[in-house]
């Protein structure tokens, strides 16, 4: 009928428009990195809040709400590079005769947060009337990601152009209830089912039961010792001596803090402080990694 044709030609445009689009930036951002040109970028977004609710036809479902917060993108002169960054680019041209061109972009996810309520509350909307409620639902609170990347001119210095990001968050703070943790690892389960129907996985023995780690079933549990003796062994495999870093990558997280809490109101409180991931890839093809941690510390009370 009409309605199903106008709807696919609309659709079909939208694709087309969508492709153009994107060819669009990247063809003009391959002519921007090869040629002396200059781009200045400012958006400030307020992201989406994404419900994932365990029914669609109960308002008393359980809920899980990640809210985005607010995406402030900043490229061009307006961006403020850390030091650091502004360090790396400057030892990379020690030996330049010009210092080549370095292009600096902000940016950052500021108020994220993950809650659990009920489908029909809507309490996760922050207002100033229920803020403190909002706040008192939060598995994770509020908190703050600040990237920034450089990016060397491919006309000043071809294929030996430079990357440096360097990434910051101030601090994670996670705090639930068991209930809570059984909740969201129900409302996970619904959703793993969903997606693998979706992807035509309609046995429900390949669907992951995730609320057996709940239940500590050793055998869906993940053993962490492994998993880090793994980790541990390729940074050391991949970590090579080279010349000059090529592309340098910096991430930190000054604090993370996680507490459990039982019906009795007491529970168990984890905190590290000072994590530090590092990777470098050097002008002859080798990589290396690091990964520095600080104190961590639990208490039991």
Known sequence: NIVDLTAGAAASAAAVMSDALATSVVDAWNSKRESKKAWSIELDIHAPVLVLPESTVDPEARTIIADLGRIIIVFGSNASPPRKALDWFKTRAAEDEEPPAVDYGNFSLENFRCLLSKAGAKDWI????????ARAQAIV???????????ESVADKGDDAGTCLIGTLPSISIRASLPQI??????????????????GEEDEAQTPDVT??????????????????????????????????KVYVELALQRLSAKVLTARGDGIEAHLVSI??????????????????????IYDG
């Open 182 to 199: 059984y909740d969201i690892l129900d409302v996970i389960n619904v959703w793993s089912t969903f997606f693998g129907t979706l992807g």
């Open 141 to 151: 609170e509020p908190m703050t990601l600040s990237l920034c990347i450089g990016l």
């Open 276 to 297: 530090v991931a590092t990777s470098s890839v050097l002008d002859d093809g080798s990589t290396s990694s690091r990964l520095a941690m600080g104190y961590f510390w």
């Open 212 to 245: 057996a780690i709940a239940a500590g079933d050793a055998e869906a549990a993940l053993d962490l010792s492994k998993v880090t003796q793994q980790y541990l062994s390729r940074i050391q495999q991949e970590s090579r001596v080279g010349e000059v870093e």
């Open 126 to 133: 922050v207002t100033p009337s229920n803020v403190d409620v």
